[in-house]
């Protein structure tokens, strides 16, 4: 692979099929066979796709303004975020009401282009999915500051405490549109490794036991869409415990990837275990998948953790 590189991996993983491989994808099928690219399988194995040059039509005068945006942490939240349900950008704190248009109509493109893009290139999703928010990621990861469970900086795989998925997975579309400087990432052993050696010492919830009073809450009102499965409460707390344990962080398998200006890569970030090194102005669009439409189920972390504990852990 010429654009992206594999820079070291430290210690060998527990099992070789347990560690994310760079898939490199041309932006337009080779053949009119769409549904043979066998996309899906390589998302669901863990591995990212990665396209060296962004697909997303992006005028210069977009990215110019993109580039101009100086947030800061002090004044915003972690990342300006475009909700395409509301129709809402949030996180743009004091930004000029024009600005924060242009900002939202260019978002909302994105999140439009990936839609488009998925539904082309994984037939198998199409549809099948909650267009969940799109992000823009204007600060320098590199010694950003955070709390230790919010840093990008440490390994982890992805879950929200505010959308619960019940089992329906995570996939996130990025695009890195600084025209000067990489994203670094480090990737680790993917979930399933993961779960095969730390889920029983985290502990994984009895069936029945979901969120603690926010899921009651949404249960008595019967809002399923914000109540925690015992899922959705052992993805948090597992997300907690990779980025608190220093051992894990310190001596974890680690493959450092570089997506150069102008790439694009995409990857199920509830099975590829990242860290975000350093890197500014990135777009990114999540999906949440049906579990339902899953070509390869067994993969899925809901049922590898079902296959380790012996009991369902969403309805
Ligand atoms: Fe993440």
Redesign the pocket.
């Known amino acids: 692979m010429s654009a992206t590189a594999e820079k070291r991996a430290v210690a060998p993983a527990s099992h070789p099929e347990w560690v994310s491989r760079m898939v490199e994808v041309p932006p337009v099928p080779a053949t009119a066979a769409r549904q043979n690219e066998g996309l899906a399988r390589e998302l669901e194995s863990g591995n990212i796709l990665f396209l060296p040059r962004l697909p997303f039509p992006l005028s210069d005068e977009d990215r110019a303004f993109l580039l101009a945006q100086k947030q800061t942490d002090a004044g915003y939240h972690k990342n300006i975020a475009y909700r395409p349900a509301e129709e809402r950008l949030t996180g743009a704190g004091k930004m000029p009401a024009r600005d924060a248009a242009r900002l939202k109509s260019i978002l909302k493109a994105y999140s439009e282009w990936a839609a488009r893009f998925l539904t082309e290139r994984v037939a198998e999703y199409a549809g099948r999915w909650v267009r969940d928010f799109a992000s823009y990621r204007p600060i320098e990861e590199k010694g950003r500051e955070a709390r230790l469970t919010a840093r ?1 900086d440490l390994a ?3 879950a929200f405490p505010t959308r619960p998925t019940h089992g329906d997975r995570i996939l ?1 579309v990025f695009a890195n549109v600084n025209p000067a400087k990489g994203r670094v990432w480090v990737t680790s052993e993917t979930f399933e490794g993961l779960a095969e050696r730390f889920a029983r010492q985290v502990g994984i919830p009895k069936a029945g036991s979901g969120g603690k009073v926010f899921g009651i809450m949404a249960k008595a009102l019967g809002i399923r869409q914000w109540s925690r499965s015992p899922y959705d409460a052992f993805m948090l707390r597992f ?1 907690d415990f990779l980025k608190e344990n220093s051992e894990f962080q310190r001596n974890c398998i680690k493959q450092q990837w570089e997506f150069p200006p102008g790439s694009c890569w995409i990857c199920y ?1 509830d099975m590829v275990s ?3 090194l350093s890197g500014q102005f990135a777009l990114e669009q999540t999906f949440l998948i049906s579990r339902h439409a899953m070509t390869l189920p067994e993969k899925s972390p809901i049922r590898i953790l079902e296959r380790i504990c012996g009991h369902a852990l969403s309805n």
Do not use: G, I, S
């Open positions: 990008n982890h795989v992805d996130r997300h970030t990242h860290a975000v």
